[in-house]
């Protein structure tokens, strides 16, 4: 059976020479179901491959070598558009204007809460999605989800689903109508390769039921024997 392939998962970049900074944004991000990459400097950051790929960047300013501003300005010159969320212990308004001015999208000082740092950056994500696609939020039927502040409401009803049951549904929405494969979940939902002596998948597909399906009477998450689920209205 043909199945069309999964779009990217929702990736960040982190810029940042300070380890504990970094790693703190990094398992934050990490446990809110985004792929996280980092480098420490900016020239590490030019080396990489592809930067286009990723949905959002947070570059410190005050980085080894070349600094953050003049990163950004590279990164705007080649044409790369990614949303960059500037962090910096520099609080005055010239440096925040400065850091817009020259391609930042947003601007965040030292020391910072999580709670807003993901709030910025979802914003910023949001708005770089509505402008290039103009469409915000994933809708099935009456299940609706929305990526950024990550809800999920089917018949008006708001679920609350744990990060992994998220990404299991978004990407279930992102390909309605498909079949997914138990091997394409394993390495999207927990990046790695399937194992088919586990079960875990179908621990996980059974947990989404119950919240999405159970107290509803159209069923919307359907099994393939043999194949793998498909997410359909029929």
Request: glycine content about 6%; proline content about 4%.
């Amino acid at each position: 059976m043909w199945v069309r392939l999964p779009p990217p998962a929702l990736h960040v970049l982190i810029v940042e020479d300070d380890e504990k900074i970094a790693s703190f944004i990094k398992k934050g991000l990490s446990q809110a179901g985004y792929t996280v990459d980092s480098t420490v400097s900016a020239e590490e950051c030019l080396q990489l491959p592809n930067l286009s790929v990723y949905d959002a960047m947070i570059i410190d300013i005050m980085l080894p070598g070349m600094d953050g501003i003049s990163l950004i300005e590279r990164m705007r010159t080649s044409g790369i558009t990614t949303p960059v969320l500037i962090l910096s212990a520099k609080q005055s308004i010239d440096d925040k204007v400065r850091g817009l001015q020259r391609g930042g999208d947003d601007y965040l000082t030292k020391p910072f809460s999580f709670a807003e740092l993901m709030a910025r950056i979802q914003a910023l994500i949001r708005r770089a999605n509505i402008a290039a696609t103009g469409k915000e939020k994933l809708k099935v039927a009456d299940l609706e989800l929305d990526p950024y502040s990550r809800e999920v409401y089917r018949g008006g009803k708001k679920i609350e689903l744990r990060p992994r049951e998220f990404a299991l549904l978004e990407y279930l929405m992102q390909n309605a109508g498909n079949v997914i494969t138990k091997t394409m979940i394993m390495e999207k939902v927990w990046n790695f390769d399937f194992d088919p002596q586990t079960n875990i998948v179908d621990v996980l597909v059974s947990r989404l039921r119950n919240k999405i399906d159970r107290d509803f009477e159209k069923k919307l998450i359907k099994t393939i024997r043999g194949v793998g689920y498909v997410l359909q209205v029929s």
